[in-house]
């Protein structure tokens, strides 16, 4: 029988055995220092993806059109009633109110302060958003009361043979 | 005031930068300011290499 297991195979002064565990969750001014750092490089790569979009947009690559969609028959929508639509995606909600006879406007109606559905409330002539009693012009979609700040973007709509159709979302006017 | 806590606070400061940086280029995507939105994006991609700078600038200062 060898002893080779009954010897110290090494000493502990080595690069495996001298863990030093003492205060290894201590945060001292240098691992502060280095998360903040951290902490500004995420930031610039959190940035990245907003530019690329931004340029894709510059560029023009962002205003394709949209296949013009039809939301429904005029016959079905009586003055002053609203219905909801999807445009242009299909997860983009929509809205469409009619004012008059001849009159539509169409908003997406994404609450610009939190993305809450926004809805029409006839009886007072205005939108609402539920969630914190935002509310917005119902003629050009600018907000009117509460926390949102930027108008609801307005989508161009267009009457043929009784139906009512989505043309295209509106950009905002530079 | 200890002079070793110069580098904590430019850090503080450029994380705050960062953080308004990014709360206005979010707004002004929305706002279909495209261009605002490449310039605050600019300006937060280049905060990271001042704070690896300011970092390595400050952290053997002694007291
Ligand atoms: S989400 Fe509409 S007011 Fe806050």
Redo the contacts between chains.
Sequence with gaps: MSDKNNKIPFNEDNYTHNIERNNERKLDRRGFMKTLVGAAGVFAVSSLPWGAVAAKELMGLGEKEYPHKKITDVSNLPIGDAVEFKFPGDHDDAILIRLSENKYVAYQNACTHLRCPVFWVKEQGEMICPCHHGKFDVETGAPTAGPPRRPLPEIQVKVENGSIYAVRVKRYEA | MKR??L??LI??A??MM??V??QY???Q???????N??I???L??V??P???FA?KK??NMRA
């Design positions: 070793r806590y580098g904590v850090l503080a450029i994380l960062n953080i940086f990014t280029m979010v707004h995507y929305y706002y279909e300011n495209y261009e939105v490449l605050f994006g600019g937060n991609i905060l990271f001042l704070a690896v970092y400050t952290i």
